[in-house]
Structure formats: C-alpha cells, structure tokens
T-cell receptor
C-alpha cells in the first residue's frame, strides 16, 4: 500500500528565503510522485510530477523537487520565497497513474 | 487552460437528505474521480470512473454513494442519505493519463 508523510504541518519563511517542504513516501512499486498547491478557496493545482527519468523535476512558479529513491523522499524546494507562494502544499503518490494518496498537507506562510 | 468546473461551491443540507454534487470535467478527458477532504484531514480518494463504469472505489465509497455520467459531459456524485460525517470539501478531477486536473471543490455542510 502507498502512503505519504509530510513533515511539518506549518512552515513559515521570510520573503526571499529558501522554501523546503518535506515529503516521504512508501510504495510497493516504483512510484509516481506529485506536488499540488491549494490556494484559499481554490482547487488543487499541479505544481510538478515525477514519473520516470530525471530525478530532479522542475515545476511551475520556480518550484522543483528531487526524487531520492534511497531516502524515499520527494522534497519540494524554491530558492527564494515570494508572498504569492503562501498556500497549502500537498505531496501525493500514485502506484497506478490515477489513484492518488495524499499527505496531510503543509501550510506555507511567507512573512514580509 | 481548460478547467474542471464544480457546482455548487457550497451546499448546506439536513442530515438524512440526498445531495447531488455536480462536475463538468475537461472535454477530452477519459478518467474521472471524486476525492474529499474533511476539515483538517488528508485529501482522500473516493472513486474513479472510466468508460461509463466505476474502475475503483475506496472503503469510504459505501452504498450511500453513487456516481453517474448522465449526459456525456456532466459527472455527478450522489449521497443518498447524508450523515454529519459527510461534511467535507468534495473535489472532482479528470485526466487523460497521470496528470489529474482538479476542480475548485464543493464544500458540503451537513447539519
């Protein structure tokens, strides 16, 4: 069975600082991994995904994530936080392309 | 960019009543899904739908839930007799392959 653990339900950074949101997964087969963002009163928007190939994945809005099989991790990073990055971020894993298992989410706050 | 549309954005109902949540998936997508998020909890998979039938459902998706694609464009989730614990944000999603597009959700409040 697949599962996702997001470390830290709330992360607070200053504008311009590095953003690091942690995600560890468990999967019985090579996983597909996703990061979604949810802005207030909006749906889930795909930031980036890893399926196969290059382990460093670049997404929208300057975010990237690196798949590390040995660490079963897929942490999300952005070099310099912007106020507009404040949102809730969800890591998700899929073993069969369509059924996603989500983490509990990490609320990112960006301070001026 | 094309988007998944959900209506209504907020639904309030009395316990025991039937509700229908509506979704218009992206037009060329083949796979359709419902997920839900109870306040403070994870987003949970409910059901997937392909080729006019359920392809997979979770333990949450019991006999009080049903899905339908009545007219080739809409995709609905029906809850026959709502319970207090059904209060949640319900997300519809559609996909061609592994990239799911989510709607903005329907907040269901059962009183």
């Amino acid at each position: 069975a697949q599962s996702v653990t997001q470390l830290g339900s709330h992360v607070s950074v200053s504008e311009g600082a590095l953003v690091l949101l942690r995600c560890n997964y468990s999967s019985s087969v090579p996983p597909y991994l996703f990061w979604y963002v949810q802005y207030p009163n909006q749906g889930l928007q795909l930031l980036l995904k890893y399926t196969t190939g290059a382990t460093l994945v670049k997404g929208i809005n300057g975010f990237e994530a690196e798949f590390k099989k040995s660490e079963t991790s897929f942490h999300l990073t952005k070099p310099s936080a912007h106020m507009s990055d404040a949102a809730e971020y969800f890591c998700a894993v899929s073993e069969r392309n369509y059924k996603l298992t989500f983490g509990k989410g990490t609320l990112l706050t960006v301070n001026p | 960019e094309p988007e998944v549309t959900q209506t209504p954005s907020h639904q309030v109902t009395q316990m025991g009543q039937e509700v229908i949540l509506r979704c218009v998936p992206i037009s060329n997508h083949l796979y359709f899904y419902w997920y839900r998020q109870i306040l403070g909890q994870k987003v949970e998979f409910l059901v997937s739908f392909y080729n006019n039938e359920i392809s997979e459902k979770s333990e949450i998706f019991d006999d009080q839930f049903s899905v339908e694609r009545p007219d080739g464009s809409n995709f609905t989730l029906k809850i026959r007799s709502t319970k207090l614990e059904d209060s949640a944000m319900y997300f519809c999603a559609s996909s061609v392959v592994e990239k799911l597009f989510f709607g903005s959700g329907t907040q269901l409040s059962v009183l």
